[in-house]
């Protein structure tokens, strides 16, 4: 006799991990979409005053955090959900509004964790493929919206193709997207994205009460290792997700560093800089050696090639680790961070071995 799983976990695919953690010694590190710098050092002291107090529980609210974001961005902090890590408030959400008989929709590929949403309610996922340049093709994902339909995804910049779609775009289809439907706009990497300001999007809270804007202190502020992430949203999807996750779900930690790194949007604004900067930097040199790049607007590139299992091997051997695209639903492609310069030049360089070998 062994313990029986639910029926559902033979859906539920374990995550895709890096290869990052498998090796020791100096890596390279262009695996996970993370930023090179640590966290600013006032955010270190904000950590540090909070360690003495690890003996009592986070404030289950998050007030000072949500406070800090209302103020940021002008919002109600009503409407303001936290999470441990945005993934938490996109597990959180679809326990609250999936179930058998209930689908959600989503661009492929895109983020690897939204498969798990359906996998793990046991709705239906209906899954619609990118457009030959790799962004979403919102008129066919419009046509695939029915009665059943709960939740919408839309990946902006998308995760792994990096690409973008101006807000205009977005705003459209939302207009037409039917009211009983909760389209969660996923900005992971919103601050990269320099077709738009981030506060741009918030016009769409505005006019549409159907609307999620989903974020994180993962990339931009550096801080996914202590996992803090946001939404701005509606009351009832914040009590919504609130309700159905266990409570202190974000941690003390992460609270007193994630409001502290809010204070330093001149930090912020100096690391979109250098990002985009490493962004032409990264695609004209890959450019120069035929490599094809997607018109990236986060902070990696999505590279075809043709051997991808022999470019991820050989990359390895020069201890630099990236993702291969058939791990994230294309094969036949690389997906590279941007690390510092010297880590993207130490890329180029075995790129150019793997090349030169084949
Ligand atoms: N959305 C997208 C598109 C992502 O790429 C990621 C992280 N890779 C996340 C959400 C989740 O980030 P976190 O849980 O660290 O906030």
Redesign the pocket.
């Known amino acids: 006799m062994s313990i029986e799983f639910s029926s559902r976990m033979r859906d539920v695919a374990p995550y895709p991990q890096a290869a990052t953690y498998a090796f020791g010694g100096d890596l390279v590190k262009l695996a996970?979409?993370e930023t090179p710098w640590p966290p600013h050092p006032d955010v270190l002291e904000a950590i540090k005053a909070h360690v003495g107090d690890l003996n009592r529980y986070p404030d289950p609210g998050g007030t000072a955090l949500r406070k800090a974001l209302a103020q940021r961005y002008d919002y109600a902090p009503e409407r303001i959900a936290l999470g441990n890590?945005?993934?938490?408030i996109?597990l959180g959400v679809a326990q609250a509004m999936l179930e058998p008989g209930a689908e959600i929709v989503y661009a492929w590929p895109s983020?690897s964790?939204y498969p798990h949403l359906a996998a793990m309610t046991g709705a239906r996922a209906v899954t619609v493929p990118l457009d030959d340049a790799g962004r979403h093709d919102l008129e066919a994902m419009l046509r695939e919206i029915t009665v059943a339909t709960r939740i919408c995804l839309i990946?902006n910049p998308n995760?792994p193709t990096a690409t973008a779609l101006p807000l205009d775009q977005i705003a459209d289809f939302v207009d037409q997207v039917p009211r009983h439907v909760l389209v969660v706009i996923?900005e992971?990497?919103v601050e990269f994205n320099l077709l738009q300001d981030p506060d741009d999007s918030l016009e769409l809270l505005k006019k549409n009460t159907n609307v999620v804007l989903?974020r994180?202190f993962?990339k931009v502020y550096g801080l996914?290792g202590l996992?803090v992430?946001y939404a701005l949203a509606s009351d009832t999807f914040r009590d919504a997700v609130d309700r159905i996750r266990q409570p202190f779900s974000v941690n003390a930690l992460a609270l007193a560093a994630a409001t502290e790194a809010l204070r330093h949007q001149d930090e912020v604004a100096r690391r979109v800089e250098r990002i985009a900067i490493e962004r032409v930097h990264v695609e004209s040199e890959l450019a120069e050696r035929g490599l094809a790049t997607t018109e990236g607007q986060a902070n990696f590139s999505w590279v075809a090639v043709e051997d991808e299992a022999a470019v991820l091997a050989g990359l390895e051997e020069r201890g630099v680790i990236v993702r291969g695209g058939a791990a994230l639903g294309d094969p036949g492609h690389i997906r590279v961070t941007y690390g510092t310069r010297p880590e993207n030049d130490a890329f180029l360089a075995a790129i150019d071995a793997v090349i030169q070998r084949a």
């Not at 890590?85 to 938490?88: H, K, N």
């Open positions: 996970s979409n890590g945005s993934c938490d996109l983020f964790m990946c995760n996923d992971a990497y989903l994180t993962s996914c996992r992430g």
